[in-house]
């Protein structure tokens, strides 16, 4: 370790006056600090600098070596606090046990304030998910061994969906340090290298002032396009040693990078394919988690009057919608599966392929992850051909792309597009009364239908400011014009973040008084319920509507494909795979948490009246549960 | 050649003949409804729906899922075995070993018993105001 940790533990001695140093120079030690934020000013950042002065009979000699009012922690507070973390989300380990006393005591838990987990997948997805709405990261704490191996699959999630969480992982590096027994299966020498593949930065720093600067780094590298996960790991006696007086400790100023746009003349160059195409195609991919991107992206699909797909696009306007086959312009907006979304592969033993791009066609991609990919994880999915590929993020290069666009828009072309959004509109419409039609062939299904849940639930909601957390595949007859109403999925389809990230984002849906609404697997919830604890523990409003189908049932049919595959009994492939006998009582699950719950629901006559109740109690602050018991997929 | 070419040529045979087992399948098919298909009963093909699980993908009521409608109204026998034998999309085939003829016409019974669907507009909360 480096040269600061060695001198503050010299020897007994020169500790015990180097704690008496600390508690009668604590307004001093920082004195130094600039800790200002100019994206994210922080009200609480000086707090440490700005502390009086311990009188100093509160460390007698009676307690050298045995008491310190300034420990290091108290300065990762500060830092924490300068980068305006709301929240950190944690199930308590002794690795960080001297930052979770600071962050309560010398924080006074709040900014961040500390939520109890009961597993650090849970931690992990809640962040994951609290970002997507709050458009900011949570911080969570975890042991850099245990804790980060329960929180693996989590950041993994997180990657994959280009999502900042900020891990700050405790570990004990100085193995003279380390207490017998569990400290040292708690240690590791480099405690980030078991996730180093799907984060994007980590660093171990060996000294307060190191911290500071690559805390400020790590967030700042999160926060760049395409966001990813980052880690800090905060040594255990880097936390616990009194802050060196001596040290002339600062927190840098935190500036996040503007995010890049695309190249004037290739966007030039996007805008007259568009313009001149016959029939364009927008498909957005991890855009729509703005409001401005959702605006803008209405805005280009309205201009050039052409269907245009996925989160970003306002699910009932009348040019959502589109198919590769009819297109022969495709714009993709910081899309992560191209290549699957122009071509199809049959799953049979021997896998054939298609292209379902119409002959001719040209692809057109603006992606910030053009700019950043790793090689082992293979989140980048297969390769597409394009015509023309930018490197930047889509949202900043859209208001460039709007304005060229309507400035190539002609007299004429202006007519030809009326025409063509007037047939997109009348097939929109014609979709809808499939839609609606399709709905009166499940109404009465018990099990129950996913669509009788959508209609029910979407008549009591819509005329509220509402937000769907997690799940509804299928809602089409669900109004999404909000980014915080759809945020999608987990990113890497790794199961159980579900749950977690329901909690999380509407933790941060709360303050905004937004009815929190999430459509819970069964399977996904039970990796880990001990988060339906953490949200009745912190009044976390949210009604959470089982889709309790008592199966992992893409896993069913998988095992249906095999047995189809090997000639042989059909009727085996629910072994392994169903949730049945004993069937789960997931109702009974939440009330033992502190929720209110009712179900298992079987009848569908019965959910408009269960989810009125469900959702009055949640108007009240607290969370509630349906278990409906519904079809397969 | 290059791989793309070998794949793309590779995609093409598969496609032709994939097409060619269809419709010897679809002719076969035929042939044997107008020999007559196997009477189908209801009740044993929505035991053997449940228990083959062609609900995982269809659904309880053949109302569709993961997999397409296939109920009410269904296809015509002669183009429901043809299919099964042979699917062109991402279903797996379903040879006579682990699905027979008369249990596929047990099958083809019961979603002929399915009900037809409402109107969406008998459904107050389907009902279409525009």
């Given at each position: 370790m480096g040269k600061t940790k060695e001198t503050a533990k010299e020897s007994t001695a020169e500790r015990r006056d180097f704690i008496k140093l600390a508690a009668g120079g604590a307004a001093a030690m920082v004195a130094g600090a600039r800790v200002l934020s100019a994206q994210n000013p922080a009200p609480a950042q000086m707090a440490m600098a700005n502390a009086p002065a311990p009188p100093a009979a509160d460390v007698s000699d009676e307690y050298d070596g045995m008491i310190t009012e300034r420990p290091g922690s108290d300065f990762m507070v500060d830092v924490l606090k300068s980068l305006d973390f709301e929240f950190i989300a944690s199930n308590p380990g002794s690795s960080f046990r001297s930052l979770q006393e600071s962050l309560i005591n010398y924080g006074k838990n709040t900014s961040p304030e500390w939520l109890t987990c009961m597993h650090e997948e849970s931690s992990v997805a809640m962040a994951h998910a609290y970002y997507k709405i709050e458009g900011k990261p949570m911080a969570v704490a975890a042991h850099g061994t245990v804790g980060l191996q329960h929180a693996a699959m989590a950041i993994y999630n997180a990657y994959c969906d280009r999502v900042p969480v900020y891990l700050v992982l405790g570990n004990t590096f100085d193995a003279t340090q380390r207490r017998p027994g569990a400290e040292w299966v708690h240690s590791v020498q480099d405690a980030a290298a078991m996730v180093r593949d799907y984060v994007k930065w980590d660093d171990m720093p060996i000294s307060l002032g190191h911290f500071a600067e690559s805390a400020v780094r790590a967030y700042k590298i999160a926060m760049t396009p395409p966001m990813e996960p980052v880690i800090i790991v905060a040594d255990s006696d880097l936390q616990e040693?009194?802050?060196?007086?001596?040290s002339r400790l600062r927190i840098p100023k935190l500036t996040i990078p503007r995010p890049p746009a695309g190249d004037s003349g290739a966007v030039e160059e996007i805008a007259r394919m568009l313009v001149d195409a016959e029939n364009p195609l927008i498909l957005t991919g991890l855009l729509g988690r703005t409001q401005n991107s959702i605006e803008l992206v209405t805005e280009l699909a309205e201009a050039l009057q052409c269907n245009t797909r996925g989160q970003a696009m306002p699910s009932r306007h009348p040019l959502n919608g589109g198919n590769a086959r009819n297109a022969d312009v495709i714009l993709a907006l910081e899309l992560t599966n191209l290549w699957g979304a122009v071509n199809s592969m049959i799953d049979q033993l021997e896998r054939t392929e298609r292209s379902n791009?119409?002959?001719?066609a040209r692809i057109i991609t603006i992606a910030s992850t053009d700019l950043y990919t790793k090689s082992n994880?293979?989140?980048?999915?297969r390769f597409q051909e394009v015509e023309l590929a930018i490197a930047a993020d889509a949202e900043a290069t859209l208001p460039a792309l709007i304005e060229a666009v309507k400035r190539l828009i002609t007299a004429d072309r202006r007519t030809f597009f009326a025409d063509r959004g007037r047939k997109l509109a009348a097939a929109h419409q014609a979709a809808d009364e499939r839609a609606r039609q399709e709905a009166a062939r499940q109404w009465d299904l018990s099990p129950i239908s996913p669509v009788r849940i959508n209609y029910e639930l979407w008549e009591i909601i819509k005329d509220k400011d509402w937000s769907l957390v997690n799940g509804g595949r299928g809602a089409n007859n669900w109004d999404f014009t909000k980014f915080y109403q759809r945020i999608g999925g987990s990113g890497g389809a790794g199961v159980g973040y579900g749950a977690p990230a329901s909690v999380g984002a509407a933790l941060a849906n709360k303050k905004h008084g937004r009815l929190s609404v999430s459509i819970q697997n069964d399977g996904d919830l039970m990796y880990a319920p001990g988060v339906l604890w953490t949200a009745a523990h912190h009044r976390i409003p949210l009604l959470s509507v089982m889709n309790n189908n008592r199966a992992y049932h893409q896993e069913v049919m998988h095992l249906q494909r095999m047995s189809c595959r090997h000639n042989r009994d059909l009727t085996t492939a629910e072994i392994g795979n169903v949730i049945t006998?004993?069937?789960?009582?997931y109702a009974k699950l939440a009330q033992s948490m502190g929720w209110y719950a009712e179900g298992p629901i079987t009848d569908p006559k019965e959910v408009g009246p269960a989810l009125r109740r469900s959702i009055a109690v949640v108007e009240k602050g607290e969370p509630a549960l349906l278990d409906t018991v519904m079809q397969p997929r | 050649m290059t791989c793309n070419t070998y794949i793309y040529g590779t995609v093409r045979v598969m496609a032709l003949l994939t097409l060619a087992i269809w419709l010897c399948g679809s002719r076969s098919a035929l042939a044997q409804q107008s020999g007559g298909a196997p009477a189908g009963k209801a009740d044993n093909g929505k035991q053997l729906f449940n228990d083959i699980g062609c609900w995982q993908c269809h659904g309880y009521e053949g109302q569709g899922g993961a997999g397409p409608k296939i109920g009410p109204d269904p296809i015509s026998y002669p183009s429901f075995k043809a299919y099964i034998r042979h699917p062109r999309g991402q279903m797996p085939p379903y040879t006579e070993k682990v699905v027979t003829d008369q249990q596929l016409a047990d099958i083809h019974a019961f979603l002929q018993t399915i009900p037809a669907s409402p109107d969406a507009d008998s459904i107050p909360l389907l009902k279409d105001d525009d």
């Open positions: 040693v009194p802050v060196d007086p001596a791009l119409r002959p001719g994880y293979q989140d980048f999915q006998d004993p069937n789960m009582d | -």
